[in-house]
């Protein structure tokens, strides 16, 4: 190389064009680099749900018995500890313990999705059963009526002809189904609970308990005002929605008045609305809390508001309108759901009994949903996911064995499953099952699901005459009373009479109870009954804690 040759036109062009390449080399791995550790971050991402799933779903947990030994509990897994099915029994303690707020289960969910925010839904299809009974029947209000006691009204409908005012001094019980209010007159109808007609003051706090839910009618017409001194309490055994509701919109106007509190049910789950001055407050803008783990809780994020119509949603069903029910009672008030106040009305009969079997795959409503959001645990919360920077999202179709056998079946809660599983051999005579009652009256219907087929049993109590009708479906369709059996506070019922058909799914539900003192003893089905399968499905959805 010739002096000077380094700084040549040739030389500086060369050394350029080495700079390019290297600059675009460099940028190129920067951007490879990116994208690997991109693709490494949305699989471990990824891999939380699915590997969550699969440890819930594919493993027995440790120990393998650990549903039957929480006290030595390492980690809860879902799947038969002798069988690839997903135990139904598993799944139910798991929850369980969740209500519970057992810490080994928490620590646990929370390694497992690494601390991030999750959702989950288990769906485990069942059937859907209705039942319609009768009680006195038809009611009709045509001037001012003072009842001085508490008492029950069976009435289905409920009509008030002209302007008319009921006043109750005490407890007012609306069984067996909702309260159909029909009042002709434009002036319109009042119901009073705990108001002293002469002077239109308020006496002890008495209470509104409705079984199902209150409906305004579409023949109704006028205002409808209803008021008492204690609270309205909606029991919703039929789960029907909205719990409060016009249904006769710009003909009617309604409005509720509690100087309590409301409390309604939401899928089994109590909860209940609140003023926090102790002022009336409607219900859009009152406080609303749960009944969770023996205790009430805040409820905020189940509830919500829709605007313009102001209805109030609970987990997306609807409840009322939020500018027509007000509530007065406060927090410090609220009292525990099985202190409510009970309503025990004897029916007549049982007219009809419809079981909707779900199809197989059908996965319309969850059975059960958990969360952890934001370092928080909760059962049937709502999932907010509007301002994650990623949310991953798995499922998993399984197979669930389930069997649900007790010899002794206490009859407390609506909606109940007492016995599940399948037969495969005829059931002998023989075998019967005790039903116990000690509560002076009262009434209970249980619903059997035999196959294809179904039937239901009237329990009823009254002046200590015990008294069981099993009705079930003649050849030409129609419900009919096939044996009734009578005693004190024990008789007897064989098997047979529910379960004739063998090689079939067997299922007995509690529909509805108005005893607190009652139970089932099983004499010798336990033998007979074996497990049954049902496709079941399992999703969660994964996000980062904000």
């Known amino acids: 190389m010739r002096r000077g040759q380094l700084f040549s036109m040739d030389a500086l062009l ?51 018995d650990w549903d039957e030994n929480i006290q030595e509990m390492k980690y809860p897994g879902w799947r038969e500890d002798n069988s690839h099915e997903v135990s139904c029994t598993k799944i139910r303690r798991f929850i369980e313990l969740l209500e519970k707020g057992n810490q080994n289960e928490y620590n646990f969910l929370k390694n497992l999705s690494q601390n991030n925010n999750f959702y989950v839904n288990i769906y485990i299809p069942e059937p859907v059963i209705i039942v319609n009974f009768s009680g006195s029947g038809f009611c009709n209000i045509t001037k001012d009526t003072f009842i001085d006691e508490s008492t029950s009204l069976t009435c289905d409908p ?26 002709s ?53 039929n789960l029907e929605y909205p719990l409060i509701e016009n249904q006769a919109p710009g003909d009617v106007t309604y409005s509720i008045q509690l100087r309590g ?61 939020g500018y027509k029910v007000s509530v007065a009672g406060t927090f410090e008030k609220l009292v525990n759901p099985s202190d409510f106040p009970t309503c025990q009305v004897v029916p007549t009969s ?58 002794t079946i206490p009859l407390i809660k609506n909606g109940t499953k007492l016995l599940d599983g399948s037969i495969k051999y005829p059931i002998q005579p023989s075998v019967n099952f005790e039903i116990e009652v000690n509560d002076t009256k009262g009434y209970a219907i249980l619903v059997a699901v035999n196959g294809e087929e179904s039937s239901a049993i009237l329990i009823s109590k009254s002046d200590n ?42 299922q007995l539900w509690l529909y509805r109870t108005y005893f607190t003192n009652a139970r089932i003893i099983d004499n010798g089905i336990k033998p007979y009954l074996e497990y049954r399968y049902i496709v079941g499905k399992v999703e969660i959805w994964i996000w980062p804690r904000g």
């Open 185 to 237: 007159s434009t002036a319109g109808f009042k119901l009073k609970v705990g108001y002293d007609p002469n002077t239109g003051e308020l006496s002890t706090p008495y209470n509104i308990i409705i079984s199902d839910s209150l409906k305004i009618t579409p023949n109704s017409r006028g205002t409808v005002h209803i008021a008492t001194t204690g609270n309205l309490i909606i029991k919703n055994s």
């Open 350 to 407: 049982i007219s009809s009994v419809k079981v909707q079997i779900p199809t197989v795959g059908n996965f319309s409503k969850p059975t059960w949903n958990f969360s952890y959001i934001n370092g928080k645990f909760s059962l049937g919360g709502k999932m907010n996911t509007k301002n994650a920077s990623w949310v991953t999202n798995s499922r998993r179709i399984i197979v669930i064995n389930t069997r649900v056998y007790n010899n």
């Open 261 to 321: 509190i409301l409390y309604v049910n939401v899928d089994g789950t109590w909860y209940a609305a609140v003023s926090s001055s102790g002022a009336d407050t409607y219900v859009a803008q009152a406080h609303w809390y749960k009944f969770i783990q023996d205790q009430w809780a805040d409820a905020s994020g189940d509830v919500n508001v829709a605007s313009g119509t102001w209805i109030v949603y609970i987990l997306g069903h609807p409840i009322a309108e």
């Open 158 to 183: 409920f009509q008030a002809y002209g302007d008319v005012t009921l006043y109750v001094k005490g407890n007012l019980c609306l069984l067996p189904g909702s309260l159909y209010v029909q009042s």
């Open 465 to 506: 005459k015990l008294e069981v009708t099993v009705y079930s479906f003649d050849s030409s369709g129609d419900l009919r009373a096939v044996h009734t059996y009578t005693g004190e506070s024990t008789v007897k019922v064989p098997w047979s009479d529910l379960f004739s058909k063998p090689s079939s799914i067997v």
């Open 14 to 64: 060369s050394l350029v064009l080495v700079i390019m390449i290297l600059g675009t080399v460099s940028a190129t791995s920067e951007s490879l680099r990116s994208e690997i550790n991109s693709l490494v971050s949305w699989y471990g991402r990824t891999n939380i749900a699915d590997n969550m799933l699969d440890v819930l779903t594919k493993t027995p947990g440790e120990p393998e």
